[in-house]
Each structure stands twice: as structure tokens, then as C-alpha cells.
């Protein structure tokens, strides 16, 4: 498309607000298409061209994690899902990447493509002469969509109304948030409106992947306010869960009671990926937990992992729930569950152990019970394979792969370490229970 195309004055194929999807031939001018007020958030604004353009767009950071997308993409030959933070599936992403940030230094545009079918335009945002992202617009082969961005005015016009946008909302996200060091300060708020009586609360805990803050420390993407920008969509999920659901409607409770819960969000600042959700109900009827509710599509649709603390009444517990619910999370990941939603129920005798080792003093009695062991590991393994096969020696040896009087003897030794009969029920759950917080807790 020669420069001429763009000297033209298009007019949109559809009529209406947002001018109706555009053909080769019938675009809209630059000007007409960024006057629309969709164009003040990023997602309005990814949407909007979405639709112009039949295409899929979505934002990636120069790393390839994914930061923004239109709706409802689908997966395609960079990407097999679009949860937040996630990496590109194709098999040679790494090279590629590499490639297209070195050609991106002299070209403004490329165009590439990745699979037969499909045409993908690549996009740069720049800082400072840095490409801190790119933007991936994404159409069927032979629709000749996005041969409007060979329009050197028109490529630089949306690429410039993306990057307003995206710094725009990096600088007002990342004020609105509470840091989850000022919890204390925030549960004072509330006590002194007396807000927290006659309430019920539950945390969501999320991480969306592990980023080492030092690494993205000089780079114009705040990686917080984009995780807080999710966390604020998941929470409106959330919430809507109960509205959809009626369970606030009842004409018994007051007006403000039948609104449905409310919801806070605190920010992790030590791991700039991790977020917290705190719920409030304010209805007298005691809700449904959230893990009953995020069932099927509900739970599906989250797209990142979380960890739900129980119910609670008294807010001074806050503190530690938001420690419980991050716990609860992690035990789902390690025990390699791909499911999105973790909760207490996920984590059968661990939910025990966590409520029996919840305190500083608990924790501290578990180390010490087993701390004569520490500089003896085949003692440890011994005692943690013995109590595993429910103090049966004969299948301990078996496992070990060692005969039955090395066993006998190991055991003699941990008694006598240890100070307890290895005989006593009593020390064996106490030395069950302790393994158990060491590993969870």
C-alpha cells in the first residue's frame, strides 16, 4: 500500500460510534480512528482495534511475557494460552525473539510469519530508544487487514496510541494499591469505622510467576501495576460470582447489604508478582466460600493460580490468612496440582498441620524436636521412611534397599538422639507431625 493509500479519506464499511470493521480498500482515516473515548484505557483500546481490524492484538513485554491482550483471543502459533505473565509456546521463542529485537533497532515494522494461514504484525514500544515491548496484531492469511500497517503514518499513529495508553495506565494503577506492609495501618482504618463487626472476610491470594525484581528494576514496565491491573479484573470476577449467584438479593437485608461483597487489593512489594485480594461480605447471611463458587467455567476463566484462605470473622486475622492463603497456594504447586484454585480442602492432613503449627512457638518446638537429627541426613531419611510406612521395619528396609538390623539399629541411634522412645506412639506422631510442618511449613 503506497502513500498515496494513506493521503485518501476513507469512510468505515459499518456505520455507527465505532465505524464498523474496515476492508483494504475502506479504512479509516488516522485522525477519525483514535477519536473515540475507547481509546483511554488499554484494554478499550486493544479491543477497539480487535474489532477495526478482525485481528487479535495483544502486548508482550521485550522478554516475551505476556501484559495486555484484547478479548477473547484464541491460541496461535507464538501462543497457546493467554494467562497473564505466560511465555511464548512456540519451540524456537527464545531465537526468535532475540531476532526481532535486533531487526526491531532498524525496522519499525515486520511482518512475519510463524504458521501457514496466519498473517502477524509486529509493532516495537520504545523508551528512551529501548524496545521494552512489542505488540502482536494477528489476522488470517489473505484478508489484507493488516496491510493498512505498511502506511508508515498509520503504523506509527497506532503504535504511538497503544504506548500513550500503556504508560498512562502504568502510572495510575501503581498509586491506587495498598502494600501489604501497610496491613497493619489498613486493619486500624477499620476498627476505627468499626467497619469489620458483623462482617466475614476471605483472602485470595495470587502469584502470577516468579520475576526477579532486580532484573526489570531499570525497565519502563512496572511490572506491579500490570499484576495489580489483573487482580483488579479477577477480584470484579470474583465479586460478580456472588451478584450472579442472587445470594445478596434477598429484600430482608438492607439496600447496601444487597449489593454484593466487596474487595481490597494489597500489594507484595518484595515479589512484584504477587497480589492479594482481601473479600468483604457485608450481608448477616454467611456467604458460600469461594472455592464453592469457582467451579467449572468460573475457575477456568481465572486464567492464573490462587490460594483461598477459610472464611473468617475477626479482621485482626487478616494478617495471618494472607500468610495461609500464599501457604495453601504454594502446597498446591508443589505437589504439582495444575488446577487454578487452591484451597484447605486441596490440602487434606496439611490443613491440619498447618492450623496446628500456626504460631511462631509451634514452629519453633517442630525444629527443636528434630534438630539432634540435622547433622545425620541418613537418620532423617530413615525416620521419615519409617513413620511413612506406618513404623512397619520390614518395608523401610525394603525401600531403603538395606537389611532389616540396619534399620533396627538406625532407630536405636534416633531414640537415643532424640531422647524419646521410638516405641511411643506419642513420639511418633509428635516426630510425624514435625517432619510434616518442617517440609510444609
Known amino acids: 500500500m503506497g502513500a498515496h493509500h494513506g493521503a485518501r479519506t476513507h469512510e468505515a464499511r459499518e456505520s455507527g460510534a465505532d465505524g464498523g470493521r474496515v476492508s483494504e480498500k475502506n479504512a479509516p482515516v488516522t485522525t477519525a480512528l483514535f477519536e473515540s473515548e475507547r481509546y483511554t484505557r488499554v484494554q478499550s483500546t486493544l479491543d477497539h482495534i480487535s474489532e477495526l481490524f478482525d485481528c487479535q492484538v495483544y502486548v508482550e513485554d521485550s522478554g516475551g511475557r505476556l501484559l495486555y491482550t484484547s478479548a477473547g483471543n484464541t491460541p496461535d502459533a507464538w501462543r497457546s494460552g493467554f494467562a497473564p505473565f505466560s511465555t511464548p509456546t512456540h519451540a524456537n521463542a527464545q531465537e526468535l525473539l532475540g531476532k526481532w529485537q535486533t531487526n526491531m533497532q532498524i525496522y519499525r515494522l515486520q511482518k512475519v510469519v510463524l504458521s501457514e494461514g496466519e498473517e502477524r504484525i509486529l509493532l516495537p514500544l520504545a523508551y528512551q530508544g529501548n524496545v521494552f515491548a512489542i505488540v502482536h496484531y494477528v489476522a488470517r492469511a489473505g484478508t489484507g487487514l493488516l496491510q493498512h500497517f505498511l502506511d508508515q503514518e498509520f503504523a506509527k499513529a497506532v503504535s504511538d496510541k497503544i504506548y500513550i495508553v500503556v504508560i498512562g495506565s502504568i502510572n495510575i494503577i501503581r498509586k491506587r494499591y495498598l502494600p501489604i506492609e501497610s496491613v497493619a495501618g489498613f486493619l486500624e482504618v477499620l476498627r476505627g469505622l468499626d467497619e469489620h463487626r458483623g462482617r466475614t472476610y476471605q483472602v485470595a491470594y495470587i502469584d502470577f510467576g516468579g520475576v526477579d525484581p532486580q532484573q526489570f528494576s531499570s525497565s519502563v514496565v ?34 447496601k447489604q444487597s449489593v454484593g461483597p466487596r474487595f481490597y487489593l494489597l500489594h507484595r512489594r518484595e515479589d512484584l508478582l504477587q497480589t492479594v485480594i482481601l473479600i468483604v461480605h457485608d450481608s448477616g447471611v454467611a456467604p458460600d466460600p469461594l472455592e464453592a463458587r469457582l467451579t467449572g467455567e468460573a475457575g477456568d476463566s481465572l486464567e492464573v493460580q490462587m490460594g483461598l484462605s477459610p472464611l473468617f470473622t475477626n479482621v485482626d486475622e487478616m494478617g495471618d490468612r494472607i500468610e495461609q492463603a500464599q501457604r495453601i497456594l504454594e502446597f498446591g504447586r508443589h505437589n504439582g496440582d495444575e488446577k487454578l484454585v487452591f484451597s484447605e480442602h486441596d490440602l487434606g492432613f496439611d490443613a491440619f498441620v498447618w492450623q496446628l503449627f500456626n504460631t511462631q512457638q509451634a514452629r519453633a518446638y517442630a525444629g527443636a524436636a528434630l534438630r539432634p537429627l540435622e547433622r545425620h541426613p541418613e537418620l532423617m531419611q530413615t525416620l521419615e521412611t519409617y513413620l511413612g510406612n506406618d513404623g512397619n521395619v520390614t518395608k523401610t528396609a525394603e525401600q531403603l534397599v538395606v537389611d532389616r538390623r540396619t534399620i533396627t539399629y538406625r532407630l536405636e541411634r534416633i531414640t537415643n538422639l532424640l531422647g524419646r522412645p521410638m516405641s511411643s506412639m506419642e513420639t511418633r506422631v509428635l516426630l510425624f507431625l514435625a517432619l510434616k510442618a518442617q517440609k510444609r511449613l
Do not use: N
Not at 229 to 236: E, G, L, P
Open 222 to 255: 512496572d511490572y506491579a501495576s500490570v499484576a495489580m491491573r489483573h487482580t483488579k479484573d479477577i477480584a470484579k470476577r470474583l465479586v460478580g460470582l456472588y451478584r450472579e449467584a442472587g445470594q445478596y438479593g434477598d429484600e430482608r437485608f438492607a439496600t
